[in-house]
């Protein structure tokens, strides 16, 4: 081969290598600056999806605090203050044939009554001392009392001990169905069932008229329920958990949660 | 084996190339009509030239050598370009590549009035600058929409690439195929030849691509759309 040729073919060898490596360089950057980019969004996405939990927590801790202060000032103090009006009041009634003054005591009495329902339903005292099966057995067996709905409460396996921030979250998704239950369903029979294992299953039924879920979960639902599944919801993702809904033969509604047991 | 019958294994290699591109749309287009189509033409096309450039090979046909070459240019440039075109959404950068194939089409026909029957390294390498920075230009597109699929799994990924890859590589070639065929005339049959390698690989990279959409469309059987 000529000199001439010889050069040539260096220099086209040259010039065709480093176009080639220009080309694989750009294709190797576009594919790497790619997966950096999402694997930022993602981290993003997970640092915001945590600080959300956080934000949500502080605030369920807060009305939690604030529930803690108003039933102990409803308990303390009004609940105190009706006790000691009664117990003026007391002599008088006996002393005297009035029926003012016996309608008076008889409202006195309700009031008390109610102030301690308040109290109770802001802050179930046996769910810190006695656990969260005494709380709810205790729920059920009030509204049972009421006349309002008929409750039926089972419990199976062993109970594992939660956190008690845990146990308080469990209680008010309870305490929130139960109260949706009651207000919005028209059912005459609630069955609540606890189901221990690996998990803690909750299975609230009732025989309703049933919900729309997927509505709600659209936001094409009326919002008459709205704000109460939407703390459900909330406390649900705060415990890690999962809701589930299932419509019942012939008619009503199931709400099934598993909630890890750990923290 | 001599220089010629290298070339003529290569020239049938890339031509089996064409011809897998033309399988492979037919096989995927319903995953990707639009892009797929245009894809299978440019298969086609480039099939039916290499075609009639074996028919004038063979004095079947008799058509001044250069001017098939030169044709395949224009039809090659004009069918990736519009390929580019349909498949990059942000409007600027359509305009980009409008004004690119405008550019290169005044470029070409200022060229060929004269150069018709020969060879013209001008307009191939034009064609390689144009159809380059359609490449990058799609590239950029592609950080700037950020799809959050594997890119991997993306068959205009891989049909990009392949554009960038085989006329980044050709691009020397095709500045210096005149001083090639004049003054290295001998030499000629093996530049070709690598080109035609290179070109067989191109097409396969092309296929690889559009083999990509084989999970999408498995996706849509098991979810019962197809």
């Known amino acids: 081969m000529e000199p001439a040729n010889v050069d040539f073919v260096i220099m086209f060898s040259i010039a065709t290598a480093v176009m080639l490596l220009l080309a694989f360089s750009i294709i190797f950057f ?17 640092l915001e999806a945590e600080y959300q939990q956080k934000m949500l927590q502080a605030a369920l801790e807060s009305q939690e605090k604030e529930r803690s202060r108003l039933a102990s000032d409803l308990h303390d103090s009004v609940g105190a203050m009706l006790s000691t009006i009664r117990l003026t009041l007391h002599p008088v009634v006996k002393a005297g044939n009035g029926q003012p003054l016996d309608h008076t005591k008889q409202l006195l009495d309700e009031t008390i009554e109610t102030v301690r329902r308040i109290s109770r339903d802001l802050l179930p005292s046996g769910l810190e001392k006695f656990g969260l099966t005494y709380s709810v057995q205790e729920m059920c067996e009030r509204i049972n009392l009421s006349g309002i709905i008929e409750v039926n409460f ?18 008010r998704i309870i305490q929130e169905m139960v109260n949706n239950t009651i207000r919005h369903s028209k059912a005459s ?10 998990t803690l299953q909750l299975v609230i039924q009732d025989n309703g008229e049933g919900f729309n879920f997927e509505g709600f979960r659209n936001n094409t639902a009326s919002s008459k329920a709205g704000l109460g599944l939407y703390s459900i919801e909330t406390r649900v993702s705060l415990l890690g958990a999962s809701l589930g809904y299932d419509s019942v033969f012939p008619k009503g509604s ?4 598993k909630i890890p047991t750990a923290a | 084996m001599n220089a010629l019958d290298f070339l003529n294994l290569s020239s049938y290699l890339q031509w089996l190339g064409s011809f897998l591109i033309i399988v492979f749309a037919i096989k995927y287009y319903p995953n990707r009509q639009t892009e797929f189509i245009v894809v299978g033409l440019y ?46 959404s942000a409007s600027r950068l359509k305009q980009v590549v409008v004004i690119l194939s405008l550019l290169f089409l005044l470029y070409y026909l200022s060229i060929i009035i004269d150069q018709f029957n020969e ?9 390689d600058v144009v ?3 359609c490449s990058l230009i799609y590239f950029f597109y592609l950080l700037r929409e950020l799809p959050s699929k594997n890119l991997i799994n993306d068959p205009m990924f891989w049909i990009n690439s392949a554009v960038l890859f085989f006329f980044s590589c050709t691009f020397i070639l095709s500045l210096t195929a005149n001083y090639i065929l ?9 530049y070709w030849s690598f080109r035609n390698f290179l070109r067989l690989l191109f097409c396969i990279l092309i296929c690889i691509g559009m083999w990509q959409t084989r999970k999408e469309s498995r996706n849509l059987e098991t979810s019962g759309q197809v």
């Open chain 2, 119 to 127: 060879m013209s390294s001008s307009i191939r390498a034009g064609r």
């Open chain 1, 30 to 46: 576009v594919v790497f600056y790619q997966k950096r980019i999402l694997s930022e969004q993602l981290k993003r996405k997970l």
């Open chain 2, 131 to 133: 159809l380059m920075l």
């Open chain 1, 154 to 171: 089972s419990e199976t396996g062993t109970p594992v001990a939660m956190d008690k921030k845990r146990e308080v979250l469990v209680y």
């Open chain 1, 254 to 257: 199931q709400f099934t949660v």
């Open chain 2, 182 to 190: 004049e003054a290295l005339k001998e030499d000629f049959y093996l």
């Open chain 1, 189 to 198: 029979m609630l069955k609540i069932q606890m189901v221990w294992a690996d």
């Open chain 2, 43 to 88: 298969g086609l096309v480039s099939f039916l030239f290499q075609l009639l450039q074996e028919l004038n090979g063979y004095k079947y046909v008799r058509l001044p050598h250069g001017s098939v070459g030169n044709l395949y240019v224009l039809f090659e440039a004009g069918i990736l370009l519009f390929l580019f075109y349909k498949t990059i």
